[in-house]
């Protein structure tokens, strides 16, 4: 039996103020998949994560994510399932390192033993009592991962990951993003072009004008 | 709900902390609205004047606009929005732990304007004394109705300049029941209605909160 998709979407429309953010996306996402959205600004990119997350409502066609209907279920559910990794500063500026990962244990019910060894697994252990706003943007990206590990997310969601990562946290991000998919999440990354070569062998989504252009492979 | 509420209110009193917006802003600001209305008084009215618990509260108004404000900002930045989203908290324990920091930093903004009262305006210090019960109980019935109203415009357009508009009609009732108890007590006069109107304002909102305050996150 095929198992069913992490995601389907079939015509998903979503609205702001009346304008079309998404209009009319057909998709499936397998369990345990890299999947990179690409498109021009403007292309949806950032709305389709969106309502992946349950963030945005869906005002018409069907949207279906980790088994929750996006338009009737339960989406508070749904979204304690999804990980989100924006662009933008994604924590308290005036926490440390530590106490934004602990307000999410706790918000999560996860225990706080996991901290230290998921501090360890990024490579920011060093910086855990320090406070958010003075790391760079490189150790910001690196503590949004710890973030998604805590959560131990069934569908990691990763608005322009690689926006402020250097070559050596590049190459640390896709080898986590290997062990993850591994262990059975599956990952969408927005990107405005393509993945440089990669052993991760992702398929690419290209949106153009809030609708699925081409799907390769 | 009240586990969430716990995480939410030492969050947000943490971040207060540690950033000492509170200590180094909003406080000076307080301190000097209470001795420029001590300054259009005069000083030979300063002391004699029935005005202390309606300058204070006057004061207390502007004070708590700035952490209403201050306090829906913390939650602000688009990123933090989505991704605290993606976590599922209880709307209503949200609700709850956010009116809880917004009513211990109004307290203690309160008590230090009360002492700046009774120093500046001459307020007799046994009636500040007696008012401070209702004092606590009007400024906890504003951080409840203020918590919803910064909710309502909070990510919206001009937020910073709306939350007045929308917050003066609501907090207004409270403000005059406030300004009628501590009166009272300064008259050593009874005026329970004036309490019973601050009590039944601060169930009310507390309830309403908890009920819309998902709403009006997800609008």
């Known amino acids: 039996m095929t198992p069913s998709p992490v995601v389907h979407l079939r015509g998903a429309v979503a609205l702001s103020g009346g304008f079309p953010l998404l209009s009319g996306v057909d998709l499936d996402l397998d369990a345990a998949s890299l999947n990179v959205i690409t498109g021009a600004n403007g292309a949806g990119k950032t709305s389709l994560l969106r309502l992946l997350a349950g963030l945005l409502t869906l005002s018409s066609g069907e949207a279906s994510v980790c088994g929750v209907d996006v338009a009737t279920g339960d989406l508070r559910q749904l979204r304690r399932r999804v990980g989100w990794l924006g662009h933008e500063g994604s924590f308290y500026a005036d926490l440390t390192v530590r106490e934004n990962l602990r307000f999410c244990a706790r918000a999560l019910e996860r225990p706080l033993e996991d901290i230290d060894p998921v501090l360890e697994r990024v490579g920011i252990s060093s910086r855990a009592d320090t406070i958010t706003k003075n790391l760079s943007a490189g150790q910001r990206r690196r503590l949004g991962l710890a973030w998604l590990l805590l959560r131990r997310a069934e569908l990691w969601l990763l608005d322009e990951p690689y926006a402020s990562l250097d070559d050596q946290g590049r190459t640390f991000f896709d080898a986590l993003l290997s062990e993850v998919i591994a262990a059975g999440a599956t990952v969408v990354v927005s990107a405005h072009d393509p993945l440089r070569a990669t052993t991760l062998r992702p398929r690419t989504i290209t949106l153009a004008g809030g609708r699925v252009r081409e799907v390769a492979p | ?219």
């Open chain 2, 1 to 219: 709900m009240i586990r969430v509420a716990w995480l939410v209110a030492t969050k947000d009193l943490r971040i207060e902390a540690r950033s000492r917006v509170l200590l180094w802003q909003v406080f000076p600001f307080g301190a000097m609205a209470l001795l420029l209305t001590g300054l259009a008084l005069g000083p030979a009215h300063a002391g004699h004047s029935s005005a202390g618990p309606g300058l204070f509260y006057l004061v207390m108004l502007f004070v708590a606009l700035l952490m209403i404000n201050r306090s829906q900002v913390i939650e602000a930045t688009p990123g933090t929005r989505a991704s605290i989203a993606t976590l599922g908290l209880d709307p209503a324990g949200v609700f709850l732990g956010k009116a809880l920091a917004l009513c211990v930093e109004l307290w203690v903004s309160g008590l230090i304007l009360l002492a700046g009262t009774v120093l500046v305006l001459h307020t007799a210090l046994h009636g500040a004394f007696l008012a401070l019960p209702s004092v606590l109980v009007t400024l906890a019935a504003l951080a409840a109705a203020g918590t919803l109203y910064g909710a309502i415009t909070s990510g919206g357009e001009g937020a910073a300049t709306l939350l007045p508009v929308l917050c003066l009609p609501a907090f207004a009732p409270l403000l005059i029941a406030g300004e009628r108890a501590f009166s009272a007590a300064l008259t050593h006069g009874g005026l329970w209605e004036w309490w019973v109107i601050v009590v039944v304002a601060l169930v009310a909102y507390v309830g309403v909160g908890i009920l819309l305050y998902g709403v009006l996150e997800e609008s």
